[in-house]
């Protein structure tokens, strides 16, 4: 009432010199406590559908990460193969833009060995992007062959161990990275109604905004796939009774948490520590990649 009609009303108690004491049965009174009642309704109306417009923006988008994660999960090893080679095509794209110093310093964050590329400045983009593409192929092929010599001794299907392998990379990375990407919308839904401030719709201003994060978490969730899917190794438990295996995977690119699927160990490791996957590096040397 103070705030949808409280001048009104005020000034109408004035004028006809109205006891405190006496009570208030006027219909101009009224009216006023009426108008008041329905603007406070429209008010919270108003409220109630900006919270669902602003949910539904959030729906739109958890539907399309839950139709990946179902998309991965029924795709077979050679579909998800063409897929993730896809993502670091993409990524290559970007790197071949790079200086030379720049482009050998990506190139050996994403393969496991090292990779000779002479004479990068006499070269071509396109020369350069042809060239890493067919490595990246080869080194895939390389490491499904490294899988399929195991099979015997492993007494499993390289193919049912690939697909849990690529199956893994992919829904930890998407998993964990889209948990945070939850906590950074709720904080931007909360701060964004202060854009009226500045004469600008909040609820489009948080549309527009939303959209450009979560093309950012689709990029970097990109980016932890194409970075960790040539580094992970295959470790036999030492002390064992059945034929069992498991995955130890690579740093993950934002705090240093090892990467990869549930079978993943997860343990803090050290910036000077033995790389976990395996090359004998130190792990700031090896799995840290840093993204400018």
């Not at 579909?79 to 896809?86: D, M, P, Q």
């Not at 930890?172 to 904080?187: A, F, G, M, P, T």
């Not at 990109?222 to 470790?235: A, D, F, H, N, P």
């Amino acid at each position: 009432m103070r705030i949808f009609g409280g001048s009104t009303l005020s000034s109408i108690m004035q004028t006809l010199k109205v006891p405190e004491d006496v009570p208030i049965e006027s219909k101009m009174v009224a009216n006023a406590v009426l108008k008041a009642q329905e603007k406070i309704e429209g008010y919270n109306f108003d409220i109630r559908k900006h919270l669902l417009e602003y949910d539904d923006v959030l729906n739109k988008q958890r539907e399309k990460i839950y139709h990946w994660r179902e998309k991965i999960l029924e795709t077979d090893h050679q579909t998800l193969k063409k897929e993730i080679l896809g993502m670091i095509e993409e990524e290559l794209k970007q790197i071949v833009m790079l200086t030379p110093q720049e482009i050998i310093l990506r190139i050996q964050k994403i393969f496991e060995e090292q990779i000779d590329i002479s004479d990068l400045e006499n070269k071509l983009p396109e020369e350069i992007f042809n060239l890493l593409l067919n490595q990246a192929e080869k080194t895939y092929q390389k490491l499904e062959e490294n899988l399929r010599a195991k099979e015997k001794e492993l007494n499993l299907s390289a193919d049912e161990l690939l697909i849990q392998y690529e199956k893994g990379i992919i829904l930890r990375s998407l998993d964990y990275y889209w948990i945070d990407y939850l906590s950074v919308l709720e904080n931007l839904k909360k701060g964004i109604g202060l854009r009226a401030y500045g004469q600008y719709d909040p609820l489009v201003e948080y549309k527009r905004e939303a959209f450009g994060k979560f093309k950012q978490l689709q990029e970097i969730v990109r980016k932890q796939i194409v970075y960790t899917i040539y580094k992970i190794g295959l470790i036999r438990p030492q002390a064992e009774e059945k034929k069992e295996i498991r995955l130890s995977g690579p740093a993950k690119i934002s705090n240093g948490e090892e990467a990869g699927s549930p079978f993943f160990r997860h343990k803090k490791v050290g910036r000077n520590d033995s790389c976990p996957c395996g090359s004998g590096k130190k792990y700031k040397k090896c799995c840290w990649p840093k993204y400018g």
